[in-house]
């Protein structure tokens, strides 16, 4: 991963945060993407760049992007991350935070997989991208506008395959409950639920996605794409 330019979406907090601490620690250039940069700023490296974009708004992607065309950088890899979770039932749902919700965990993924993929596809440059998906898009969420936004990345993950290849390959995670400030919005009685279900009796960390995250970006998962990998302490058992 050395030479591995990757951008990192919702890099400012959380798993975000650990997949570019981790990132860095390989030796890659990090391009890291969030609407504040302030948990960044603890980290110290020349390789890290923080870039203000919000993942909802396709102008300021493209923006982005144009802005990397500039500098004539070109990534090589992607984490589609940021994410959003209100933790409500359906019955209390905007259409406003409905948007909110679509815009930022699905469209988001697709407009940076979008721009990301033009670029290294036209170089013919091999790339990999890991989408941060959940366990709520296989089994379901108590927010089903949640569960339907990671469901619907699932799929986008499997049909970008057929787009790209054999240029870039596309994988997912699917956590079940990390700690993180995400869970603050997890009904205390789903998260006790959640937690009771668990195989492992020892609370999955950012870290721990990171490590996921950075053996799908690599060279050791060079024949893994469009995989859906589970990373919940054995919480939800699928075939
Ligand atoms: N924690 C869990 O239990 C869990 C389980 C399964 C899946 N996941 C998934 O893992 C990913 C990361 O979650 P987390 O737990 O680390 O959440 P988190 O601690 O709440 O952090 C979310 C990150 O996303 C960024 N973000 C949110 N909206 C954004 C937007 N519109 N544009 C740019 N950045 C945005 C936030 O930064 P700013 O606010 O500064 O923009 C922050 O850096 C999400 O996709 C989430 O759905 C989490």
């Known amino acids: 991963m ?27 250039q990090v391009l890291a993407v969030s609407r504040k940069p302030e948990g960044l700023n603890q980290l110290k490296s020349p390789n890290l760049h923080f870039w203000e974009v919000d993942v909802s708004k396709r102008d300021q992607i493209q923006s982005f992007f144009e ?8 990534a090589s890899h992607l984490v589609n991350n940021a994410g959003i979770y209100f933790g409500r039932p359906l019955s209390v749902y905007t259409d406003e935070a409905i948007d909110d919700v679509l815009n930022t965990n699905l469209k988001g993924v697709i407009y940076f997989t979008q721009y990301f993929s033009e670029r290294l596809m036209k170089q013919k440059k091999r790339g990999a991208i890991v989408n941060i998906s959940s366990v709520s ?24 395959v057929y787009n790209f290849s054999p240029w870039i390959r596309v994988n997912a995670i699917a956590p079940g409950v990390v700690n993180t400030d995400m869970i603050k919005a997890i009904p205390e009685h789903i998260l006790k639920k959640y ?42 058992f699928r075939s």
Request: neutral net charge; proline residues 2%; contains cysteine.
């Open 195 to 236: 937690r009771s279900s668990e195989f492992i009796d020892s609370s999955t960390e950012p870290k721990d996605i990171a490590d996921a995250t950075l053996f799908l970006l690599s060279e050791q998962s060079q024949h893994m794409t469009g995989v859906i990998l589970d990373v919940n302490n054995g919480c939800y």
């Open 137 to 160: 898009g296989i089994c379901g969420s108590s927010d089903p506008i949640y569960g339907a936004s990671k469901a619907a990345v699932n799929g986008f993950t499997k049909s970008c």
């Open 2 to 28: 050395k030479n591995a330019v990757v951008i990192v979406t919702g890099a400012s907090r959380g798993i975000g945060y650990a997949i570019v601490e981790r990132c860095l620690k390989e030796g890659c």
């Open 67 to 74: 802005g990397l065309d500039q500098k004539k950088i070109i």
